[in-house]
């Protein structure tokens, strides 16, 4: 495992540099293939926008969590997926092309439901300050999502979690972060059997 410090990640997306976001994940790269690894995974669904710029840098393969989501919801038999994610993911394409891949339709959070999601994830879920009124105006978003015709919704950052689950979204739940750590796993476990 290897990370930049959050604080790079963030002074390059609020530049909109996503060169920089490319390069730092190349790093992390670089380092986790010298030490061995097999496969590389990134939890962070945001910078997922910056992987196409280095695929093909790398030395080693990437798993991509939108790919990993988009299986599983066709896998449990949903249609139209919901977005909820910062608003660099919300507004960008990690998960639109990867979703119509295979046959998925999908819904982005309409413009001031994404500037309320993106200040909540950066102003109180990074800080780890889950309020309950935020958990209602995710679930509020969730339910407009689910009466326009969404039938699961994705939870498209690492910290959405803290505030929404199966138990209380209006909609069947794809956590990402989850999904992804256990594609990892069945990839590393029949990896190392090969």
């Known amino acids: 495992m290897h990370t930049h410090s959050l604080a ?41 926008a910056a992987l196409p710029l280095v695929q093909a840098q790398s030395s080693l393969p990437w798993m991509h969590i939108a790919e990993v989501v988009a299986a599983e919801a066709v896998q449990r038999g949903f249609r139209c997926i919901g977005i ?5 993911l919300v507004e960008g394409e990690v998960y639109p092309g990867k979703l119509a ?20 994830i950066v102003e109180e879920l990074v800080y780890g300050v889950p309020r309950p009124e935020a958990a209602a105006y995710f679930a509020q978003v969730i339910g407009r ?14 910290e959405i979690p803290l505030l929404i689950n199966d138990s209380n979204s209006p909609l069947p ?22």
Not at 26 to 44: R, V, Y
Not at 145 to 158: F, I, P, Y
């Open 84 to 88: 909820t994610g910062t608003r660099w």
């Open 8 to 48: 790079d990640y963030m002074g390059c997306l609020e530049r909109g540099d996503w060169q920089g976001v490319g390069e730092l994940m190349l790093s992390s790269a670089n380092k986790l293939a010298s030490i061995g690894a097999d496969f590389l995974i990134c939890p962070d669904n945001t910078i997922h």
């Open 101 to 120: 891949a295979r046959g998925l339709a999908y819904l982005r959070p309409r413009q001031e439901e994404r500037d309320e999601i993106n200040r909540i």
């Open 145 to 158: 999502m689910k009466r326009e015709g969404c039938d699961a919704v994705v939870l498209g950052c690492t």
């Open 173 to 194: 739940t794809l956590d990402s972060t989850r999904a992804l750590a256990r594609a990892a796993l069945r990839r590393a476990v029949q990896g190392s059997s090969a």
